[in-house]
T-cell receptor, first 111, second 113 residues
Framework: RKEVEQDPGPFNVPEGATVAFNCTYS??????FFWYRQDCRKEPKLLMS???SGNEDGRFTAQLNRASQYISLLIRDSKLSDSATYLC????????????FGTGTRLKVLA | GAGVSQSPSNKVTEKGKDVELRCDPI?????LYWYRQSLGQGLEFLIY????????KSGLPSDRFSAERTGGSVSTLTIQRTQQEDSAVYLC???????????FGPGTRLTVL
C-alpha cells in the first residue's frame, strides 16, 4: 500500500461546479498535511495547509479526518483556471521534515 | 526575489553516462530536497538536506545516485551509469527553517537514450 493515495482522475467538471478530492495516508503518526497544485509542465506550488479543525481559503476548503486517515479538498464555484493536478502531501512523522507526495488528482474545469 | 533555480533545464544523455544536476536554493533556506517525477506520476522523494545535519538519503533508488550540498547552499545530484528508467523530471525544492512550505525549482528534464 502506498503511503499516500489519491484518485488520479481526471475529474471533468463544468465551470461553477463544486468538486471534492480525497487523499488517504497510511501512517497514523503523520504530522502535517498539505495540498499543492501543479500546472501542466510546471513545478508544484503550495495551495494550502490542512489543519485539524479544517480550514478555508476563499473557494477552497480543506479537511482532515485523523480517525479515518484521510484529508479532503473542496473547491466551490470552479473556474477554468482551477484546472491543474492537485497533490496531497504528508509530512512523515515528527522530528523530520521529509514529505511524501501523492500521485495527484487531475482536475479539468470545462467551459 | 530570486526563486529556486536548476540547471540544466534539459539534459539528454546516452545510457551508461554520468550526469550532474544542479540546484540553487533560495538564499537563506536551510532545507533542500530532491525529488523526481516520471511521466504522469507523483513526486518521488530522493534526498533531503537540513542545515549541517546528515542528509536523509532514504529515497535514493540505488547507489548510482548521490547528492551533495556544498556550503549549505548549492546542491548537485549525480547519477552514475545512467539507465533509461532514470528518465524523469528532477525537481529541487528549498524550505526556510521553521516553515513548512517548500519552494520548487522548474526542474531538470533528463532523457536517457
Amino acid at each position: 500500500r502506498k503511503e499516500v493515495e489519491q484518485d488520479p482522475g481526471p475529474f471533468n467538471v463544468p465551470e461553477g461546479a463544486t468538486v471534492a478530492f480525497n487523499c488517504t495516508y497510511s501512517n497514523s503518526a503523520s504530522q502535517s498535511f498539505f495540498w499543492y497544485r501543479q500546472d501542466c509542465r510546471k513545478e508544484p506550488k503550495l495551495l494550502m495547509s490542512v489543519y485539524s479543525s479544517g480550514n478555508e481559503d476563499g473557494r477552497f476548503t480543506a479537511q482532515l479526518n485523523r480517525a479515518s486517515q484521510y484529508i479532503s479538498l473542496l473547491i466551490r464555484d470552479s473556474k477554468l483556471s482551477d484546472s491543474a493536478t492537485y497533490l496531497c502531501v504528508v509530512r512523515a512523522t515528527s522530528g523530520t521534515y521529509k514529505y511524501i507526495f501523492g500521485t495527484g488528482t487531475r482536475l479539468k474545469v470545462l467551459a | 526575489g530570486a526563486g529556486v533555480s536548476q540547471s540544466p533545464s534539459n539534459k539528454v544523455t546516452e545510457k551508461g553516462k554520468d550526469v550532474e544536476l544542479r540546484c540553487d536554493p533560495i538564499s537563506g533556506h536551510t532545507a533542500l530536497y530532491w525529488y523526481r517525477q516520471s511521466l504522469g506520476q507523483g513526486l518521488e522523494f530522493l534526498i533531503y538536506f537540513q542545515g549541517n545535519s546528515a542528509p536523509d538519503k532514504s529515497g535514493l533508488p540505488s547507489d548510482r545516485f548521490s547528492a551533495e550540498r556544498t556550503g549549505g547552499s548549492v546542491s548537485t545530484l549525480t547519477i552514475q551509469r545512467t539507465q533509461q528508467e532514470d528518465s524523469a523530471v528532477y525537481l529541487c525544492a528549498s524550505r526556510n527553517s521553521g516553515s513548512y512550505e517548500q519552494f520548487f525549482g522548474p526542474g531538470t528534464r533528463l532523457t536517457v537514450l
